[in-house]
């Protein structure tokens, strides 16, 4: 066993075995350790104090100080003081966070929901379809607008803008190109708040929504566009697709629904372009139900109806709104959805790149001039579109109103002459035609 290592002390100062004794408490012994005594250490013995010499026999007494006068200690009721104290503060606490009402955080905007899964995971085929028709309408813009900046030569103005309570849009537009005077390509996302008075109205043909609430949040997503030529033989074209959604508290949707259509409208009729845009339209249609094309087709008679003129705006095409579970499932209705919006290309560039370099005359331009009047007047008296969006805050009223064309014309009292191109075109816009 290894020799214990000696504990140096002063002589003269308590060891541990002297203190414990006196406060009486038990002496704790260690196998490694034992006390040694000062004889055997003699070198490392302290000097020994002093001894006081005694006083002088004629010195005066020393006078000693008078202790100061003893005071109640706090010592004593400090500690119970403070524990009084602690318990009636830890008690007003306790009290105060049952009593008082909770405040529970805002839940999250389906607009910022939207924004968090775009960031974590993109957008998938299981993504919520605001998702997948916001991705799916701004890949056909872009599609759209490399086409037709070809066939122009002239670059679009693109601007994309924000909404302040979440989404946006991106405005493509050209105006006096080589083709077309006025052209615009749009995609506009928009998330707000349906007002109850909103509700009731929307309820009369989407039941799902609930009747018992102050208001809903809303998504709103949609491709619009309108192509004005030059050329008075080639027709503007006019096309929108969009969906529709409400939200519950939690994000889930309320109700739902699609909608959209194209049509044709020529300031001179060639029946070969008619003809050819419906059966586009229509091959796109039965692929998905035979009974879609006839019934879209008599839907976009009647919308695109100036009524104060009693004619139509142009020879048609398709019109839906409002295409919802009632119809089919969310997922054929958005695979619906696609395969028209894909079809325009294919329905419209055949028939402008034949007549956009057709020969004019100034009494040609006068008419399409004068037709383009008829069309401002359906867009801002009877279109829904362009009610709704004015109608919605912070709504960029630009994009809104770039359907319209950059020139139009209002002639008093102006009647086509008998038996020409012009008169026969007004005729057909009174009473419909069935193309295909």
């Avoid at 196998?31 to 490392?44: A, L």
């Avoid at 679009?156 to 105006?175: A, E, H, K, Y």
């Avoid at 208001?215 to 096309?239: I, Q, R």
């Avoid at 969310?330 to 294919?346: K, R, S, T, Y």
């Amino acid at each position: 066993m290894a020799s214990a290592k000696p504990c140096l002390r002063w002589a003269g100062s308590p060891t541990t075995r002297e203190i414990l004794q006196a406060q009486r408490l038990p002496i704790l012994r260690s196998k490694h350790h034992r006390y040694y005594t000062e004889s055997e250490f003699p070198s490392q013995k302290a000097p020994r104090k002093p001894e006081l010499e005694p006083p002088p026999p004629n010195a005066p007494p020393k006078l000693q100080p008078k202790p100061p006068p003893k005071q109640d200690s706090p010592g004593v009721w400090a500690p119970y003081l403070r524990i009084s104290v602690g318990v009636v503060f830890v008690s007003s606490l306790i009290y105060s966070m049952v009593t008082s009402p909770v405040e529970k955080l805002d839940a999250p905007t389906i607009a910022e929901r939207d924004t968090l899964s775009k960031r974590e995971s993109g957008i998938t085929p299981s993504s919520p379809m605001r998702l997948r028709m916001e991705s799916f309408i701004q890949t056909q813009q872009s599609a759209i607008v490399a086409e037709l900046s070809k066939l122009d030569g002239s670059p679009f103005r693109t601007d994309t803008w924000t909404r302040p309570n979440g989404g946006g849009g991106i405005s493509c537009v050209l105006q006096d190109g080589h083709v077309f005077e006025k052209a615009g390509v749009n995609t506009s996302i928009v998330y707000g708040t349906l007002p109850r008075p909103a509700i009731e109205k929307m309820r009369v043909n989407h039941k799902a929504l609930d009747p018992d609430v102050e208001s809903l949040e809303f998504f709103a997503a949609g491709l619009s566009m309108v192509l004005h030529p030059h050329n008075p033989m080639a027709p503007t074209v006019h096309l929108n697709y969009r969906y529709f959604e409400t939200a519950n508290a939690d994000g889930s949707p309320n109700a739902w629904w699609f909608g959209g259509g194209t049509d044709l409208t020529p300031s001179y009729l060639f029946d070969e372009d008619a003809i050819h845009f419906h059966r586009t339209i229509k091959e796109a249609c039965d692929k998905h139900d035979r009974e879609y094309y006839p019934r879209f087709k008599k839907w976009c008679d009647e919308y695109f109806s100036v009524k104060h003129r009693g004619e139509s705006r142009g020879v048609g095409g398709i019109f839906f709104d409002d295409l919802d579970e009632t119809e089919k499932d969310q997922e054929n209705l958005f695979a619906f959805i696609q395969d028209c919006l894909v079809a325009f290309l294919p329905s419209y560039m055949p028939i402008i790149e034949k007549r956009k370099d057709m020969p004019f005359t100034e009494k040609d331009k006068e008419w399409q001039q004068l037709r383009r009047g008829r069309y401002v007047e359906f867009n801002l008296v009877h279109d829904r579109g362009t009610s709704f969006g004015l109608n919605t805050p912070g709504a960029r009223v630009e994009s809104i109103l770039m359907s319209l064309p950059l020139t139009a014309k209002w002639i008093y009292m102006h009647e086509p002459e008998k038996g020409s191109r012009e008169e026969r075109l007004v005729n057909v816009l009174k009473k419909p035609v069935d193309w295909v």
